[in-house]
């Protein structure tokens, strides 16, 4: 087992772990200690960030993700690519939702009267839509993994 699969794994780890630190996030909110959630949101979105920029150059590195799953028993099944998309595809989605969040929500924090309950209306939906999307990110990467290198 090379450097790249540890990396995975780890990343994995990460990748199971995220949602349940971003919904604590959303419970400091709640609770009206927006600094902290601001922070956390923060510290978790940039912490998983430079993970998948590592992880990606580390796959590169390797040859590629087809080179890494090609050992596997289902690397040739017929829903093994359709899911992998599915991953990527949902991943880059929830990353593209989650950025614009922190993005909009850092230009408006120090602005009197921004947070209109519009905005925040807005805000929570697109949270929600990040948090289902972190789920799904973790759920079909713990899928690929499986299918790629355990079974």
Not at 114 to 136: D, S, V
Request: overall charge positive; charged content about 10%.
């Amino acid at each position: 087992m090379g450097t790249t699969f540890y990396m995975l794994m780890g990343m994995l780890a990460v990748a199971m772990l995220v949602p349940f630190i971003a919904l604590y996030a959303i419970s400091r909110a709640r609770q009206k200690d927006y600094a902290t959630h601001i922070r956390i949101q923060t510290w978790l979105f940039w912490t998983c960030m430079l993970g998948v920029v590592i992880l990606e150059v580390q796959i590169r590195i390797a040859g590629g993700s087809g080179s890494l799953v090609a050992n596997g028993t289902y690397a040739r099944a017929p829903f093994f690519k359709p899911l992998m998309a599915a991953h990527i595809v949902g991943s880059v989605l929830t990353y593209v939702i989650w950025a614009l969040q922190l993005i909009v929500a850092s230009r408006r924090k120090n602005t009197i009267g921004a947070w209109t309950p519009r905005y925040l209306a807005m805000h929570k939906r697109l949270g929600c839509a990040t948090i289902a999307g972190l789920f799904y990110t973790a759920i079909t990467a713990f899928m690929v993994c499986m299918f790629a290198f355990f079974l």
